[in-house]
T-cell receptor, first 115, second 117 residues
Framework: AQKITQTQPGMFVQEKEAVTLDCTYD???????LFWYKQPSSGEMIFLIY??????QNATEGRYSLNFQKARKSANLVISASQLGDSAMYFC????????????FGTGTSLTVIP | DAGVIQSPRHEVTEMGQEVTLRCKPI?????LFWYRQTMMRGLELLIY????????DSGMPEDRFSAKMPNASFSTLKIQPSEPRDSAVYFC???????????????FGPGTRLLVL
């Protein structure tokens, strides 16, 4: 079975500091993709970053980077230099090649950036 | 390019009424997904389509829910009759599916906030 686990219901970080949001996944498939989405209080789901299972380097997108540790089955999101606008829910998701086109989402982590 | 468009953005209705949610995917995308989000259950996949064909509707809660995709640029999610427990945010998302690919990102619409009284 495919599963995404986010164990941190809520996180706090000081403005300008870095923060890591944890995500572990479970799949027996060798080909999969990992995604992070941001959901601010306004409600929309915003795609942040993607990591493929065969990618050797960690993905980066601006202040976002994905700490991909394949052996540990973890795909943690690192946000550097936190800003007040980073306060939001963050969801980790996985897509597996042999299960069609659907995403498996975690339960999310609520991040609050403190001024 | 326009993103995923959903309408209405907000819907308040009374129990027993029919509710129809609409979605226009991103042009060129061939997969469309309907999700429901609540505090209690999180984000749930209800149904998804590939090339306008429903592939997996195992997440549809019950027969009161139905979804259609008559063409590549339009989909509806209908609830008939609606119940208070259907109150949630309903998201539509689309992606471009490549056979056996894993990198195709799903892009979400703004959601429809449904309140059933």
């Amino acid at each position: 079975a495919q599963k995404i686990t986010q164990t941190q219901p809520g996180m706090f970080v000081q403005e300008k500091e870095a923060v890591t949001l944890d995500c572990t996944y479970d799949t027996s498939d060798q080909s999969y993709g990992l995604f992070w989405y941001k959901q601010p209080s306004s409600g929309e789901m915003i795609f942040l970053i993607y990591q493929g299972s065969y990618d050797e380097q960690n993905a980066t997108e601006g202040r976002y980077s994905l700490n991909f540790q394949k052996a540990r089955k973890s795909a943690n999101l690192v946000i550097s230099a936190s800003q007040l606008g980073d306060s939001a829910m963050y969801f980790c998701a996985m897509r597996v090649s042999n299960t069609g086109n659907q995403f498996y989402f975690g339960t999310g982590t609520s991040l609050t950036v403190i001024p | 390019d326009a993103g995923v468009i959903q309408s209405p953005r907000h819907e308040v209705t009374e129990m027993g009424q029919e509710v129809t949610l609409r979605c226009k995917p991103i042009s060129g995308h061939n997969s469309l997904f309907w999700y429901r989000q609540t505090m209690m259950r999180g984000l749930e996949l209800l149904i998804y389509f590939n090339n306008n064909v429903p592939i997996d509707d195992s997440g549809m809660p019950e027969d009161r829910f139905s979804a259609k995709m008559p063409n590549a640029s339009f989909s509806t999610l209908k609830i008939q009759p609606s119940e208070p427990r259907d109150s949630a945010v309903y998201f539509c998302a689309s992606s471009f599916r490549v056979l056996a690919g894993v990198s195709e990102t799903q892009y979400f619409g703004p959601g429809t906030r449904l309140l059933v009284l």
